[in-house]
């Protein structure tokens, strides 16, 4: 009796949700009242050294039968190429604090094997190491984001990666890169000074990283000619994980006295949404509707960790010239059954596309200040693009968020209101509908809409001022449950699909269905 009680409580759990009456939502949108731009660093990407993110995701060596360009994969670059990825993240998060970037240069069978103490205490072969990282981002179009380790290297480790990287002078390390197939210096687009100091990265006190923080940016230089203006490489210094400013506060006090011989150009900060606190607890396949909404509900906590930041940052920066710089957010679930809890390996469902969907419209809201993001991970490990077994690789459901939002790259905000209401599931109320607009380089206007409630479809009737539409396009994101997931076998579950909308007298309708994230464009 009670097996049998359990069973069908299962059965509820995952059962598609009933579709109710639409409720109706009025938008309006001036398209004259122009906001900051959408940074498409915003879009970025966290490749860690951990589990199966790089070994298997990405890396297979030149021997593999996987079919591979110099030993990376040849399926995931050309998914990743379709996402105009503007930034790699690597090699960590906690993993950057280990890592002796010259165990990964030169012959791979010279290579040392090495220990990865951070993740599972796995052995590491070093053969995915700076040529290859830089090769990678090559193939798939993006710029390198490198952490540097400061928890258990030096500033002069740190610089003479750097070197070996950046440097067009024939110095010993520039030719050493050039001995390992590589003339000419590699860009740098943004260097972190460490990661999580606060706890994996050396459980430092505010001010003793800040101290580390003055040494690494006056001594680690991008050497690349083409760097030296403009263009310079970005230096992001480590910023919060926790709601509590007073690290901000010490950073950005410093900041505002800062004199020649140091900068920074970011402060980063990191968030995951955990709804049940750590460690993760939550699954993230077979879930229902409350645990849908009790984790988009968690996820929409950003907003306020955003402002409170933005706060301290406004007073010691009002100029906003430090970015604020969130490059670790995302889902952060169980881990699947039967996978090593080390390698943080879990499934990508529709509930995760809206919560991608809520967290980069909360950047695009804070542009003015949020200026570069990272969602965690790219490839296998936590809220992932792309999941790989051997041969098979399948597209998660937040892939194709990343792919539906390409027009907001670079875009330039564009203020929705909304009179949606909430959507109340048990106590807990959510908005119904969050909205996202958007300019393009060419003039084009993009709405996104998430509907956030599991059950209603919304009619959406939106008012279109400062710009004459004469119709518009675009695809939805949606599936039979909350927690519809793409598989090996059943890759096409979660897939963007046509959405049909109407323009009347500079009027848009259309009726957006259930739990589901709308992208159009609206054509003069
Ligand atoms: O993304 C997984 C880990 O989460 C990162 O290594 C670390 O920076 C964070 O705590």
Redesign the pocket.
């Known amino acids: 009796m009670c097996r049998l009680l359990l069973g069908l409580g299962f059965i509820a759990a995952v059962l598609p949700v009933s579709v109710k009456a639409a409720e109706t939502a009025h938008l309006s949108i001036d398209a004259s009242k122009a906001g900051a731009k959408i940074d498409r660093n915003l879009f970025g990407q966290f490749a860690?050294n951990?589990g199966h993110g790089l070994y298997e995701g990405i890396w297979v060596g030149p021997d593999s039968p996987i079919p591979n360009t110099r030993g990376i994969r040849n399926d995931v670059v050309t998914a990743l190429r379709a996402l105009k990825v503007p930034n790699v993240r690597w090699p960590?998060?906690?993993?950057a604090d280990e890592y002796h970037w010259r165990k990964g240069i030169g012959p791979a069978g010279q290579r040392p094997a090495t220990l990865n103490s951070t993740w599972g205490g796995v052995v590491d072969t070093n053969s995915f190491g700076t040529d290859e990282f830089m090769d990678f981002l090559q193939q798939i179009g993006s710029q390198a984001y490198v952490s540097v380790n400061i928890g258990s290297g030096t500033p002069r480790e740190a610089a003479e990666w750097l070197e070996y990287m950046t440097a067009a002078l024939p110095t010993a390390l520039a030719k050493e890169r050039a001995a390992n197939g590589h003339r000419d210096p590699y860009k740098v687009g943004f260097m972190g000074v460490g990661?999580?100091s606060w706890s994996?990265g050396g459980d430092m006190t505010a001010d003793f990283y800040l101290s580390q923080l003055k040494i690494y940016s006056h001594f680690v230089r991008n050497d690349n000619p083409s760097q030296q203006d403009a263009k310079q490489m970005l230096k992001i210094a480590v910023g919060p994980g926790f709601p509590e400013t007073d690290w901000t506060e010490t950073i950005m006090k410093a900041w505002q006295n800062h004199d020649w011989s140091w900068n920074i150009d970011g402060l980063s900060l990191?968030w995951y949404t955990v709804p049940n606190g750590w460690p993760p607890a939550t699954p993230s396949t077979g879930f229902g509707v409350s645990e849908y909404a009790k984790t988009l509900k968690s996820t929409l906590f950003m907003d306020e960790f955003l402002r409170k930041q933005e706060d301290v940052m406004d007073k010691y920066d009002p100029q906003k010239k430090v970015a604020l710089v969130v490059d670790?957010w995302g889902a952060w679930h169980a881990p699947l059954t039967g996978t090593n809890p080390s390698f943080?390996v879990q499934q990508n469902s529709l509930r995760d596309a809206i919560l991608a969907s809520l967290n980069l419209n909360i950047f695009a809201r804070h542009a003015d200040r949020v200026r570069m993001a990272n969602i965690?991970?790219m490839i296998n490990v936590?809220q992932s693009m792309i999941l790989t077994n051997k041969e098979k690789m399948v597209l998660t459901p937040t892939y194709y968020i990343y792919k539906m939002y390409l027009p907001f790259q670079d875009a330039t905000f564009v203020p929705v209101a909304s009179d949606a209401g909430t959507y109340m599931q048990g106590s807990s109320s959510l908005p119904r509908v969050d909205a996202l607009a958007g300019k393009d380089a060419n003039g084009k206007l993009w709405l996104e809409i998430t509907n956030l409630d599991p059950e209603r479809p919304v009619a959406i009737d939106a008012e279109i001022a400062g710009m004459t539409v004469k119709s518009a396009k675009g695809e939805t994101l949606t599936a039979s449950a909350v927690d519809s997931v793409n598989t090996f076998r059943a890759p096409n579950t979660v897939v963007p699909k046509p959405v049909s909308a109407s323009v009347k007298a500079g009027k848009l309708a259309l009726m957006v269905e259930p739990k589901s994230v709308t992208v159009v464009l609206l054509e003069p």
């Open positions: 860690e951990l960590g998060g906690c993993f990661n999580e994996c990191h670790e943080l965690a991970q936590l």
